[in-house]
């Protein structure tokens, strides 16, 4: 943690730098009052279900935002050849720039914190569902930034980092609703299994399954790897 965290105090330092992190901060929190407040005048349901099916959405833009820069500015600036030639080690790097979007990512799920409180205030909301409805998406976002990673990690475009990042979560969120079209059993669960979406059900009817939660936790490694194997090669060539 020692060598990781340079490089995650440099990437937290580059989000409030750059004006990115505010622009899609205020716009992710902007987006979530408008379906927090529209969705409870609609329903007068004193929980946060609806927000986080609409936010899961949002996230789609959002996650590629935020990860389109982390590998591609380096190649970009030729940065790259120096920090791959540093004594930090490929997942010293990766994993400095992962936890740092993270944390940001993290904040921002923080300061939605006033929609449980106001719910509160004038009702009596069942707080089991919310709290792990906040885990899971949690957990569903930092899967997405994996993803973004590693999108990022194939090109020195941020532009096409950001639309190969879309294009993958996309494919990796109509999973769930092709098992509609596949007959066979079988291979419906496994395209079940395999959905993002899916795991994050049991969050919002406030279980948390370890299984849910190891599936994201390997997924999000997976596409960590993925990324470090990437850069691993061209930092051989």
């Known amino acids: 943690m020692r060598k990781i965290y340079p490089i995650y105090q440099k990437e937290m330092k580059a989000f409030f730098v750059s004006p990115v992190a505010y622009i899609v901060g205020c716009i992710f929190l902007i987006t979530a009052g408008y379906f927090f407040s529209v969705v409870l005048f609609y329903t007068k349901e004193a929980n946060l279900r609806g927000l986080f099916e609409n936010l899961k959405f949002i996230l789609l ?101 950001a639309i190969i990042s879309f294009g993958l979560l996309l494919i990796l969120w109509l999973i769930s609703w092709a098992t509609t079209f596949v007959p066979v059993e079988w291979a419906k669960n496994i395209l079940t299994s395999l959905s993002l979406t899916e795991h994050l059900n049991s969050f919002e009817k406030g279980i948390i399954d370890l299984g849910d939660i190891f599936y994201y936790l390997s997924f999000s490694f997976v596409f960590v790897f993925l990324a470090n194997q990437v850069t691993e090669a061209k930092r051989w060539k």
Request: hydrophobic share 50%; net charge negative; charged share 15%.
């Open 61 to 161: 833009i959002v996650a590629p935002i935020l990860t389109m820069r982390l590998l591609s500015e380096e190649k970009k600036l030729g940065t790259d050849e120096l920090l791959f030639t540093s004594p930090l080690t490929n997942y010293d790097i990766i994993l400095g720039k992962y936890f740092a979007t993270i944390t940001l990512y993290l904040i921002m799920l923080i300061l939605t914190i006033e929609f449980p409180i106001i719910l509160k205030m004038y009702s009596k909301p069942d707080m089991g569902p919310i709290y792990s409805s906040y885990l899971g998406f949690f957990l569903f976002g930092s899967s997405f930034i994996a993803v973004g990673l590693f999108a990022s990690s194939l090109t020195e475009n941020q532009i096409v980092a």
